[in-house]
């Protein structure tokens, strides 16, 4: 879903804190894997789709959450479209 609106840096700050207390009390669980490449042993960012539900989180693996902000119009299902594309992509091996 396009966000429609710029988040301000006190807003993010916020936000953030609100996501680490949720994970350090255990109320919300990060995964082991990127919700979008499924990449393991990787530094995960949380991504809000919508500001307005705090603890409403994917979590990214850096790549693959610069790539969701670059199409942030696109809908969440469109967004793993492109992803899976990607990775095709990139495991494609040329056969000689």
């Known amino acids: 879903m396009f966000h429609g609106w710029v988040i301000g840096a ?3 700050v916020r936000l953030s804190g609100v996501v680490k207390k949720a994970v350090d009390s255990r109320r919300l669980v990060k995964p082991v894997a990127c919700q979008g490449c499924g990449k393991t042993n990787t530094m995960l960012n949380g991504h809000h789709e919508d500001y307005s539900k705090p603890l409403d989180i994917i979590w990214f693996c850096t790549s693959c959450h610069k ?3 670059i199409h942030a119009a696109a809908t969440l299902e469109e967004f793993k479209s ?3 594309r990607k990775i095709a ?3 494609f091996r040329m056969p000689f």
């Open 10 to 12: 006190k807003d993010h």
């Open 67 to 69: 790539r969701r902000h």
């Open 82 to 84: 492109i992803l899976a």
């Open 89 to 91: 992509l990139d495991n």
